[in-house]
């Protein structure tokens, strides 16, 4: 089985001054390519460790790509060392440095420097990938693999096989740009690559330990080659089947087969049985029936209609939002009661409730959604802890309400909030 790595650079990465995405995304298309990733590492501007780090991953892996140190600055030493790594030189690319000019003259129409112009150099040995988003081209290395540069778990299966090295740009919309044009129909070109097959569906309600206890014996009666994992997040849990193989209608029968019968065992916690966001299943069933959703944030502060606005198309399901931060702005713009928000707080049902009906008489929607809580880390009292939220639902006949005890970090306590208001919208709406 064709096996990557995927190596990110920078020290900012390191000091979490910027999180790695890239390796994320990355492992995402090779993962639809039918290419598993062995491992994702980073590491800092440092040319040993770099060095070191090829040295480790070429052990293991047919494949490794490598993103960031092609700029023009002093500490992008990338390109400088896979040229001494691969005994190449320095050369001008002409079609890189046209490339260049092209850039700075007709899209960023500023001066060109000699800097810039050295970002059409590169070794020798390597074939260049023409970044059209930006000036540092990708570089593609090849070698063949060799006890001397493979590992003892590639060697019976790597025999008369290629390795390939691909460094990228780690601006990211540059390092997409280079994977989806170039190097995933090279890669498919270069290496016989099997099939990868993921069915996923999402639970709500039910903790990760309940679930495992309940599939239990099935998951104990999958074939070695099907593997179920659990992945759990913010009161939800996804679980994935997973398989591969180079018979594509076989193995898709059969994880088929297997996710079908899964289904039937979570039916009572099942959400949606697509590989998607709560956000997405309520876009969806509202986009089913032809109605739109409005919001009354107190807690959340807009995230909720956030989640929603996120989904190109909104504006069919989502008519908009009232961020009730204040009792003065619940009083004003929900009607919600002076007196009952004094004898009862703004966190409680009563609140909830006139927040929905509000909403619902302030801006034009078939479904309203409210949440009023303590996000913290302050506010909580013995009676009402940080960490309570009272949500509720419904339209112009009916509200529902729940309240939940949440209790984490504030941000934790807001995406808990917004994702929970969305599920007890969904339920609302199955069961009209």
């Not at 591969?244 to 297997?258: A, V």
């Not at 909403?359 to 009292?381: F, Q, T």
């Amino acid at each position: 089985m064709i096996k990557a790595s995927i190596i990110t650079i920078g020290d900012e990465l390191l000091i979490g001054q910027v999180v790695d995405t890239n390796s994320a995304w990355m492992a995402q298309e090779l993962n639809k390519a039918g290419i598993p990733v062995l491992r994702r590492v980073s590491v800092g501007d440092d040319w040993n460790e770099i060095w070191r780090t090829l040295n480790e991953e070429s052990k293991n892996a047919h494949i490794i790509l490598i993103t960031g140190g092609l700029g023009p600055t002093s500490d992008d030493i990338t390109k400088q060392l896979l040229c001494t790594y691969f005994s190449g030189k320095m050369v001008v690319n002409e079609e890189a440095l046209a490339n260049i000019k092209y850039l700075f003259e007709n899209v960023f129409k500023r001066p060109l420097i000699e800097r810039n112009l050295k970002q059409a150099e590169v070794p020798d040995t390597c074939k260049v990938i023409i970044n059209k988003r930006g000036t540092a081209p990708g570089m593609w290395f090849e070698r063949p693999l060799s006890g001397s540069v493979i590992g003892e778990a590639l060697q019976k299966e790597s025999l008369n096989l290629t390795q390939v090295f691909v460094a990228m740009p780690g601006v990211p919309h540059e390092m997409k740009g280079i994977m989806q044009d170039d190097v995933i129909p090279l890669l498919k070109n270069t290496f016989s690559l099997a099939h990868i097959f993921h069915r996923t569906l999402l639970t709500a309600g039910v903790g990760e330990s309940f679930l495992a206890e309940q599939l239990n014996d099935f998951e104990a009666s999958l074939p070695s080659h099907i593997k179920l994992a659990y992945l759990p997040n913010y009161g939800m849990v996804r679980l994935r089947l997973s398989t591969q193989g180079f018979n594509e209608s076989l193995i898709q029968n059969e994880i088929d087969l297997h996710f079908e019968a899964l289904k039937i065992l979570v039916k009572d916690h099942l959400v949606t049985t697509e590989d998607e966001t709560m956000e997405n299943v309520i876009a969806n069933l509202l986009l089913s029936k032809n109605k739109i959703v409005a919001t009354a944030e107190s807690c959340t502060g807009g995230y909720i209609a956030h989640l929603l606005t996120s989904i190109p198309g909104s504006s069919k399901f989502y008519n908009g939002s009232v961020i009730s931060y204040s009792n003065d702005v619940k009083e004003e713009l929900l009607f919600v009661d002076e007196e009952l928000i004094k004898v009862h707080g703004a966190v409680s049902e009563q609140v909830a409730v006139e927040m929905a009906t509000g909403i619902l008489n302030r801006i034009e929607s078939d479904y309203a959604i409210a949440v009023s809580g303590i996000m913290g880390p302050d506010g909580g009292s013995a009676e009402k802890p940080v960490g309570t939220v009272w949500i509720a639902v419904g339209n112009k006949d009916k509200i529902t309400t729940q309240l939940f005890h949440f209790r984490v970090d504030r941000l934790r306590n807001i995406q808990l909030t917004a994702l929970n208001a969305l599920n007890l919208l969904r339920k609302f709406i199955l069961e009209e």
